[in-house]
């Protein structure tokens, strides 16, 4: 008969280390982000499908400006697909919804159902009725993927685009209509579990989504919009963090999704405003990569190509950087 009260103290002793550092190990790979700038090796998106063709008039009711056509939708999709492979990205496709007939019409926005931390994904809870469900979905699409889960519940409510990395040690969770007080402690709770060192700044911001108001281009380079956040929250990123703040003007709008440090896509300028914003990005050391995703963006669409975008691994910092 074995003995295993003395086997396991010989030969199996408890292993004390974190979860966090044998995810590759364990888990298959590196998952997880602490950085929107550190080099993005895998991203999921939604391809667009039947459930465009629930939208009906009246069109604000989907928040729609126009009915959508699923072929240019999907074909702006593969644009961003393809811009993301060409850049040594790899690709995961959230799982369609089971729904009968389906009715998620939002579903591109992949950024907003869930967001990385370090060592996974947490999956969030939407505000609205018009997109609570895509939780689900995106859940299997990273179970079925090996990605390890946590889950927002109870009366806490959060959206990804309203989680951001400021650096690995701050993370920014803007609270609005969109995020609950709840949700945001949470989150904090989970991200403080796998990262104690990470500071956790929930900050009231005017409307919608955190991701409106910093787009991060750098480690210590962010285009910041005039208004929408906190001064003092300015004051933060300035001083505390050395950031180094490019002012974007009312009526601008700075968004895209880092590939690398300094190394952009964005949504192809249409407007002379937009190529403004790219060229104020560009002054400041930031190679841009334009991708046509005129139906799936704003002004035809709600979103940008950061909401489209949810980054599921990506590499630590460089030092130095």
């Given at each position: 008969?074995?003995?295993?009260?003395?086997?396991?103290?010989?030969?199996?002793?408890?292993?004390?280390?974190?979860?966090?550092?044998?995810?590759?190990?364990?888990?298959?790979?590196?998952?997880?982000?602490?950085?929107?700038?550190?080099?993005?090796?895998?991203?999921?998106?939604?391809?667009?499908?039947?459930?465009?063709?629930?939208?009906?008039?009246?069109?604000?009711?989907?928040?729609?400006?126009?009915?959508?056509?699923?072929?240019?939708?999907?074909?702006?999709?593969?644009?961003?697909?393809?811009?993301?492979?060409?850049?040594?990205?790899?690709?995961?496709?959230?799982?369609?919804?089971?729904?009968?007939?389906?009715?998620?019409?939002?579903?591109?926005?992949?950024?907003?159902?869930?967001?990385?931390?370090?060592?996974g994904v947490i999956v969030g809870r939407m505000y609205d009725a018009l997109?609570?469900?895509?939780?689900?979905?995106?859940?299997?699409?990273?179970?079925?993927?090996?990605?390890?889960?946590?889950?927002?519940?109870?009366?806490?409510?959060?959206?990804?685009?309203?989680?951001?990395?400021?650096?690995?040690?701050?993370?920014?969770?803007?609270?609005?209509?969109?995020?609950?007080?709840?949700g945001a402690r949470q989150v904090a709770e989970i991200v403080k579990t796998?990262?104690?060192?990470?500071?956790?700044?929930?900050?009231?911001?005017?409307?919608?989504?955190?991701?409106?108001?910093?787009?991060?281009?750098?480690?210590?380079?962010?285009?910041?919009?005039?208004?929408?956040?906190?001064?003092?929250?300015?004051?933060?990123?300035?001083?505390?963090?050395?950031?180094?703040?490019?002012?974007?003007?009312?009526?601008?709008?700075?968004?895209?999704?880092?590939?690398?440090?300094?190394?952009?896509?964005?949504?192809?300028?249409?407007?002379?405003?937009?190529?403004?914003?790219?060229?104020?990005?560009?002054?400041?050391?930031?190679?841009?990569?334009?991708?046509?995703?005129?139906?799936?963006?704003?002004?035809?669409?709600?979103?940008?190509?950061?909401?489209?975008?949810?980054?599921?691994?990506?590499?630590?910092?460089?030092?130095?950087?």
């Amino acid at each position: 008969m074995l003995e295993l009260h003395r086997i396991y103290e010989e030969f199996h002793p408890p292993v004390k280390t974190r979860f966090e550092d044998e995810v590759k190990r364990y888990w298959g790979k590196p998952w997880g982000v602490n950085t929107e700038v550190g080099r993005l090796r895998m991203v999921m998106l939604h391809k667009p499908g039947e459930e465009m063709k629930s939208v009906q008039p009246p069109l604000e009711k989907w928040r729609y400006t126009e009915m959508p056509s699923l072929e240019e939708m999907q074909r702006h999709h593969m644009n961003l697909v393809k811009a993301f492979k060409d850049e040594g990205v790899e690709v995961a496709i959230r799982q369609p919804e089971k729904n009968k007939p389906p009715r998620l019409v939002k579903s591109i926005y992949t950024r907003d159902p869930s967001f990385a931390i370090k060592g996974g994904v947490i999956v969030g809870r939407m505000y609205d009725a018009l997109r609570r469900g895509e939780e689900l979905p995106t859940m299997q699409t990273l179970t079925e993927l090996g990605c390890p889960v946590h889950v927002v519940h109870g009366t806490g409510m959060i959206e990804g685009g309203s989680v951001m990395w400021l650096d690995p040690e701050h993370l920014a969770i803007g609270l609005s209509h969109r995020v609950n007080e709840e949700g945001a402690r949470q989150v904090a709770e989970i991200v403080k579990t796998a990262s104690p060192e990470v500071e956790v700044k929930a900050v009231p911001i005017m409307d919608g989504h955190i991701d409106g108001f910093i787009c991060m281009l750098d480690r210590h380079l962010a285009a910041v919009a005039q208004r929408g956040l906190p001064y003092s929250f300015k004051e933060f990123l300035r001083d505390e963090l050395k950031m180094n703040i490019i002012s974007i003007p009312p009526g601008f709008y700075a968004a895209g999704v880092c590939v690398r440090p300094g190394r952009m896509l964005v949504s192809a300028a249409r407007e002379e405003e937009d190529k403004k914003v790219l060229r104020m990005m560009e002054k400041n050391g930031v190679e841009t990569i334009e991708v046509e995703l005129d139906s799936l963006v704003e002004p035809r669409n709600s979103g940008s190509i950061h909401c489209l975008t949810m980054p599921i691994i990506r590499d630590k910092e460089p030092k130095g950087l």
